[in-house]
């Protein structure tokens, strides 16, 4: 079909898949009953989030490693990464007794340190150094030069793709009836080139949907301008998913198999981690909860068709649920932040409590000093509303008792300061 020499063949891909039996999860394909409801469609989700270290990185990273020679098992191998590809990259090294040393950033939290360690044990050693991903890149490139190890990329390498791509055949082998929109978060563009060049081989007609999160659109960005591109600035909340520049190989396989690339807020994205653990106590991490937070975009589309969304990975580091819970409420209209003038005479705050405030609104941020040299003093103010349209009421009633103020919301660079 493809005689791009990057295309990954059913022949790899079903290799992959036999080295892979006895170390990965086949993991489970279920129905969505809520999702399904919601959407007035069959959504079935790909728990990657329950495989043995509990993203879908090991396959990849076992897939290559399985295949180094004698000799370079004994040189050893390096990675760089903050992530699920440092477990997947440890475990391998476990099961294959072949050691290996990982660069981190000297940011990673230590839950995930302590992950990596957990799965490597004493085959593995871990090297924290930089603020980015990228400085640990460069340096664990650099020890591979110096040293002769062989460096296991996270995405971009033909044998990594092939056993991501593994996760397409599972999908298949669990579906009954034709599947048609696939659902695939993309980082660098491994998981979604191995899995949509093994669809479009065995499953043509399903609609391939590479999912982005809006603050890192590199994928998008690449297709757009036909060739790859370095995004200087992204936002790096969706850390297993924020990547500034996706492979060369992942990015030539991607623009043939992709039918289209949807970008999510993160804001959305929050929203829905927060539901799919209230609802169905799925503990995801953002770039896990990106397929699913993708189906809003086609709910007209959907509607009545079987649909799979990937999800990758539920790495997620309890420490940033307030965060999150802080991002969703922003993205839905509900949190609100101004920078109010209060006139500065006895009672001022008392009248905003009593008059301007609704019945259920909320403060849940307030800072005020008072200047005796002046006459009005600012406060800044954090408001949570019970449903997006109390804010205008809201803003009404400021306005209407004198109060003087400033929106924050749509002021990232001042509200990041004062927050």
Known sequence: MHTDKYF???EDITRAKIRLKDVTHHTPLQKNLNLSEEFAANIFLKREDLQVVRSYKLRGAYNKMAQLSEEDRKKGVVCASAGNHAQGFAYSCRE???LGKIYMPATTPKQKITQVEMFGKDKVVVELSGDTYDDSYKLAM???QKTGMVFIHPFDDQEIIEG??????EILEDTKGQIDYLFIPIGGGGLAAGVGAYFKQVSPSTKIIGVEPAGAPSMLKSIEAGKVLRLENIDKFVDGAAVQQVGDITFEVCKVVLDKVQLVPEGKICTKILELYNRNAIVIEPAGALSIAALDFFRDEIKGKNVVCIVSGSNNDITRTEEIKERSLLYEGLKHYFIVRFPQRAGALRTFVDVVLGPKDDITHFEYSKKTNREKGPAV?????QKKEDFNGLVQRMEENGFIFEYLNDRPDLFQFLI
Request: proline share 5%.
């Open 8 to 10: 990954p063949h059913l």
């Open 96 to 98: 294959l007794d072949i």
């Open 142 to 144: 650099e020890d591979s």
């Open 164 to 169: 991501q791509a593994t996760v397409g055949t």
């Open 381 to 385: 103010i954090g408001i949570e509303v």
